[in-house]
């Protein structure tokens, strides 16, 4: 019986410089894609512990504001570093989640999947929608171009009025809803994605993998109940 | 035991396959999957129709021959097994029961249930050996080897090369068996030599032979009949990266 042979034209082709040839290769990209991916996860928790200061009063969420304006050149650089990183994450995971659905041409018939979970498969998606969450969310609240009323806010010291500007955003209970949703969308992706990164920076092993992808939920269930603290509290006017 | 089968039929590679009804009757509880494939068979010739062509040479899960994905897991339900080692008491009498190649574009089919896994022997070929003079076995204690690394050295080294990881990745990724590979010998001293080497070749043949990318969603480590852990692929990705660097470093 004749037994077909593999194409001799490989699938990919690679560089002869090192470091574009990292960059294409598989395990490099990955390597890639879950180091903008850390980068973007701290930028998260930065960016929670900034905005859970609503809590502490109307004083020191807008004096925190007046504080991140003040930086200046500097905010420009982690402004623009973190859309530097949130290109490159999309634009690799596109290339991979692209190769790998052409390493399958024909999908099974029945799925048997034993140890994924919905979190891990539908990646690409949670990621897609967070992208669509992130851009509403700055012409929200940080260019104001959905709601111009926003940049006439001052408070009594003459600073940006942060403080109201999220009160008044999220009494609105249909925006404060795809919030949560996104937050809920968010949190499904740094839950995988946590455990992802440990993975590929290779400092998973048998032993602590269970803690690991425990770690991810337990982190990712703390960020998404951080974050949607706030538009739950100011719905329900405990702040006001 | 009755069963109704639903399977994949394809007369070559580049034709095009249905999944075809079969009938398999009195099937003894005792018989493993293939020896249930095999009764359906010989009924088929009798009547004079085209066996279903699949996979098999062991038949005790030692030589990776045997492959198929039934109902959606490759090697059938249950751990640590080969199909070969699946028995038909796991499944209910009149159960249906779906049967399928490895699906993946580096494992073309060439008949029916049978793919062609010589990727994983040309990925092999790109570095998953050690280079020295071949001659009378050496003195056993002349290199040292402590016993944590002989211990996990072993585990890598159990991959029998049947490409279940592949075909139960999302991705069609070889990850699992690549990682194995590079791993028994980078654990080893006598792999030291070729030992970024090997990682950054075996890899990017696993790349260039279209296999996807590895996702972390260890699908692979569930279905594999030697149990290889995942994190022999954790292993692989800090050796690959130190491997690059190295080379792109030494090619100066």
Known sequence: MPVATLTPAPARKFSRNPLIAFYQSSIGKKWIVGATGAILFAYVIGHLIGNLQVFLGPDRINGYAQFLHDLGPTLWVIRLSLLLAFIIHIVATIQLAQQNKAARPQAYAVQGYQRSTLTSRTMVVSGLIVLCFVIYHLLHFTFEATNPVFRTLEDSHGRHDVYRMLILGFRKPLISFFYVLSMFLLACHLSHGFASVVQTFGINNSKISGIVARSGESLASLIFIGYISIPIFILLRIVH | MNFNLKIWRQ????????????????????????????????????????????????????????????????????????????????????????VEPFRVLAFPIIKDLIVNRSALDQIVEAGGYISVRA?????????????????????????IGCGAC???????????????????????????????????????????????????????????????????????????????????????
Request: proline residues 4%; charged residues 25%; negative net charge.
């Open chain 2, 11 to 98: 007369a070559e590679g580049s034709a095009a396959g249905k999944f075809v009804d079969y009938q398999a009757k009195e099937i003894p509880a005792e018989a493993s999957f293939l020896e249930m494939l095999d009764i359906v068979n010989e009924g088929l010739i009798a009547r004079n129709e085209e066996p279903v062509a699949f996979d098999s040479d062991c038949r005790e899960g030692i030589c990776g021959t045997c492959s198929l994905v039934i109902n959606g897991v490759p090697h059938g339900p249950g751990k640590a097994k080969t199909t070969c080692q699946l028995y038909m008491r796991r499944f209910r009498d009149g159960d249906t029961i779906w």
């Open chain 2, 135 to 159: 001659g009378s076995a050496p003195e056993a204690n002349g290199i040292a080897v402590s016993k944590r690394d002989a211990d996990l050295s072993m585990e890598a080294a159990a991959c």
């Open chain 2, 166 to 252: 592949a075909a139960a990745c999302p991705n069609s990724s070889a990850m699992l068996f690549t990682a194995a590979k590079i791993s028994h010998l980078g654990l080893l001293p006598q792999g030291q030599v070729e030992r970024s080497r090997r990682a950054v070749s075996m890899v990017r043949k696993m790349d260039e032979l279209g296999f996807g990318n590895c996702s972390n969603q260890y699908e692979c480590e569930a279905v594999c009949p030697a149990e290889i852990s995942a994190g022999f692929i954790a292993r692989l990705n800090r050796d690959y990266a130190g491997s690059a660097v190295k080379e792109a470093v030494l090619a100066e």
